[in-house]
């Protein structure tokens, strides 16, 4: 079993790299501006910039476990289900206005 970051211990960075991640060939988003998340203890985890999104986000209802908004990630070339989560009550006030996309539902990352 994982440990997850308690909320008073949520460690967030601005990451220094260019990230961009497709599905189906096509752009989901594209960024300068990462946000590296610690959610597990050993590992961090990207949350990009809403702003930096380009496919489209499609409500997909709640987790009640972590109070996160699901959305499909839906491009030209596929459909993620469930593939991007928001934080609007994050702790840390630069989650607000970012989303983490799923890395396995996304068929290409790229980071330079």
């Known amino acids: 079993m994982v440990s997850r970051v308690e909320p008073g211990d949520l460690r967030v960075e601005q990451g220094q790299k260019r990230v961009r ?8 988003a594209d960024t300068i501006r990462p946000l590296l998340v610690w959610e597990i203890p050993h590992y961090p985890t990207y949350y990009l910039p809403l702003a930096d999104v380009r496919a489209e986000l499609v409500p997909a209802g709640s987790d ?6 699901v ?19 994050s702790p840390a006030p630069p989650l607000r206005e970012a989303v983490r996309l799923e890395w396995s539902a996304m068929t290409e990352w790229l980071e330079e």
Request: net charge negative; no cysteine.
């Open 21 to 28: 991640t497709y599905l189906g060939g096509h752009l989901v």
């Open 64 to 69: 009640p476990d972590d109070g996160a908004e």
């Open 71 to 89: 959305f499909d990630v839906r491009t030209p070339g596929g459909l993620a289900p469930g593939a991007a989560r928001r934080y609007l009550e």
